[in-house]
């Protein structure tokens, strides 16, 4: 029951997800909501609005920090393992080759990484202690959660312009289209919530760390609305903006992390997530995730590649880093 359960809520976010971006990015091009700043964030917590609930949900009502690092380092995960799927599935179309877009986010995604390996490994060489990032003066908000947030802020400018166009504009007015939106964000959200209670009751039910339950069962159910709209943009011939669209959202995943410091109720979320059992696992995700954004630097930053093994080198590294991940969390556990 509890796997039935988990199955339909997982298809009501996703499906729920996919109707709010493509409904946004119609909003976009009847309002040019993307001109403001403020707009720009708008499009992309729509595309992430279900991490960023079903991480809320985790720390805030579940205080399970764990959960909420696993779902966000998780669909990263499964982003860019999508994208590198898509590439090999339209391999003749040679994406990486096509496209240079989004070597500034990723290049900043790589630097958000880093930010969150920090408090990893400082504590192990003997430098800091991870309750040394909190802040004096707030006692349990971290030093790093304002740099993930400069970081985010700084790129925003930067790719607003690669927002992800899927349909035709609606024959609906703007008033309708903003209801319609409001409705499936809504549906988003609490099958989010509820998807997050269950996912939390299936670790327990399964004996499996938080951190793991979180980047499979979250991670995969947040990530699958990317999914049709890569396939969308690939056969429209626009990989740029395919690019582009999965790393603003892996972004945006990473600057959930501030939200979720600054909502949690009891203590720094660096501190309350390192301090944990649940997590054992969460360095090797992180790293991983880290390894596939410098993949994604060098697959875009390269000359274009005739040859057909070395073109799908970063690609392959891609894939092979979830099997890595799946084998040293039930190898190791």
Known sequence: MLVVRYVLLAALVIYGAARASRLIDNLDRRTRLSGAL???????LTTSL??????????????????????????????????????FAF????????????????????????????????????VLRVEGFTLPFTYRVSALSLLLFALYL???????????????????????LWLRFAAFSMLV??????????????????DVESSFVGAIFLGAATSLPELTVLFTLIRLNNPGVAVASILGSNLFNLFVIPIVDL?????????????????????????????NSIMVLVALKRRPVKNRLLYAVPGLIILMSMVTYLAVSLLGG
Do not use: C
């Open 38 to 44: 403020l707009g720009t964030l708008l499009l992309a």
């Open 50 to 87: 279900p991490e960023l609930i079903t991480s809320l949900t985790s720390t805030v009502a579940l205080d399970n920090p764990s959960l909420a690092a696993g779902n966000l380092l998780g669909s990263n995960l499964f982003n860019l393992v999508l994208l590198a799927g898509v590439d």
């Open 91 to 126: 391999f003749h179309k040679r994406l990486w080759n096509r496209t240079d877009k989004g070597l500034a986010q990723a290049g900043i995604l790589i630097a958000m990484h880093m930010v969150v390996l920090l408090p990893m490994i400082l504590p192990w060489i003997g």
């Open 154 to 176: 700084y790129t925003l400018p930067r790719v607003k312009d690669y927002q992800k166009t899927v349909e035709l504009d609606s024959p609906s007015g703007v008033g309708f």
């Open 189 to 206: 959200i609490v099958a989010s919530y509820f998807l997050t209670h269950t996912v939390d009751t299936l670790a327990g039910t399964l």
């Open 263 to 291: 909502a949690a109720p009891r203590e720094d979320f660096f501190v309350a997530l390192l301090q944990g059992e649940e997590a054992k696992n969460l360095p090797a995700l992180l790293i991983l995730s880290l390894v």
